[in-house]
T-cell receptor, first 114, second 112 residues
């Protein structure tokens, strides 16, 4: 069964600290993995997208890693800011025709406090 | 640049009433369009997608329907809302199904 699981469900950190969010998947055949940031009451915005051959990809203070062998990904946030407070969603894409080719995690809710 | 709009932003409707949510995309032609629902504590669920005018594919049998009357317009409808239709509805577009999805701001629907 194709599944995407994220941990932790929620996380509270102090401003300026680093944090790492985890994503495990059982999706096959794998095409790519994406991390989205979703502010409360808004639509998700893409942060990174990685294919099978990519191990690391950065976007400013966000760094995503991918281990295709263990089917794990992580999103590391450096020097957190209050504006990082949001839900972070891991999305895995499969190789198939049609539009229902994305599998969404339930997200990690990050709260950054001053 | 491309932008995607949804309205209304929030909506409170009684059970049994009709529904019409609208989504429009600017700055691109012939986009693939999608309707998703996001329930609390659950991942996004694909409801409908469209590859062109008048072409609608349904992923989940339900109380909802979708239409694409124009190239960059996607409408989600219901004749009679159920309590279970409450949720956060997101419209999205992509160039092709395997490409990145760009999401709209969403509509929060509460059915009472």
């Amino acid at each position: 069964k194709n599944q995407v699981e994220q941990s932790p469900q929620s996380l509270i950190i102090l401003e300026g600290k680093n944090c790492t969010l985890q994503c495990n998947y059982t999706v096959s055949p794998f095409s790519n993995l994406r991390w989205y940031k979703q502010d409360t009451g808004r639509g998700p915005v893409s942060l990174t997208i990685m294919t099978f051959s990519e191990n690391t990809k950065s976007n400013g203070r966000y760094t995503a890693t991918l281990d295709a062998d263990t089917k794990q990904s992580s999103l590391h946030i450096t020097a957190s800011q209050l504006s990082d407070s949001a839900s972070y969603i891991c999305v895995v894409s499969v190789v198939q025709t049609g539009a229902n080719n994305l599998f969404f995690g339930t997200g990690t809710r990050l709260t950054v406090i001053p | 640049s491309q932008t995607i709009h949804q309205w209304p932003a929030t909506l409170v409707q009684p059970v049994g009433s009709p529904l019409s949510l609208e989504c429009t995309v600017e700055g691109t032609s012939n986009p693939n369009l999608y309707w998703y629902r996001q329930a609390a504590g659950r991942g996004l669920q694909l409801l409908f997608y469209s590859v062109g005018i008048g072409q609608i594919s349904s992923e989940v049998p339900q109380n909802l329907s979708a239409s694409r009357p124009q190239d960059r317009q996607f409408i989600l409808s219901s004749k009679k809302l159920l309590l279970s239709d409450s949720g956060f509805y997101l419209c999205a577009w992509s160039v092709l199904p395997q490409h990145n999805r760009f999401f709209g701001p969403g509509t929060r629907l509460t059915v009472l």
